[in-house]
Nanobody, 121 residues
Framework: QVQLVESGGGLVQAGGSLRLSCAAS????????MGWFRQAPGKEREFVAS????????VYAASVKGRFTISRDNAKNMVYLQMNGLKPEDTAVYYCAASNPDHYPTFYDYWGQGTQVTVSS
């Protein structure tokens, strides 16, 4: 059974940092593109960042570029999102997702349950 489990969310003041983690299990993700998405209340889910599991190529949304860093640890089947310089507008539920390279970037095959990030002003 494929599982993506996020952790690391919480409440932080504006300007602070958080690191989200995503533990992947149930299959080999060596060829998959891993991504982070977020959804704020009343808004549509939006792309945050992605990277190729093996190649390390990264893509960022313009709103987070320079503040967020996506990374992975292949040996541990983990994906991370380091978030620095957090702003109140970063408040959202953050989701980890995995995309078969044949489906990327239009479709992500697996999703985690999400972790809440709240940034206070």
């Amino acid at each position: 059974q494929v599982q993506l489990v996020e952790s690391g969310g919480g409440l932080v003041q504006a300007g602070g940092s958080l690191r989200l983690s995503c533990a992947a299990s149930g299959r080999t993700f060596s060829s998959y593109v891993m991504g982070w998405f977020r959804q704020a209340p009343g808004k549509e889910r939006e792309f945050v960042a992605s990277l190729t599991w093996s190649g390390g190529t990264t893509v960022y949304a313009a709103s987070v570029k320079g503040r967020f860093t996506i990374s992975r640890d292949n040996a541990k089947n983990m994906v991370y999102l380091q978030m620095n310089g957090l702003k109140p507008e970063d408040t959202a539920v953050y989701y980890c997702a995995a995309s078969n390279p044949d489906h990327y970037p239009t479709f992500y095959d697996y999703w985690g349950q999400g972790t809440q990030v709240t940034v206070s002003s």
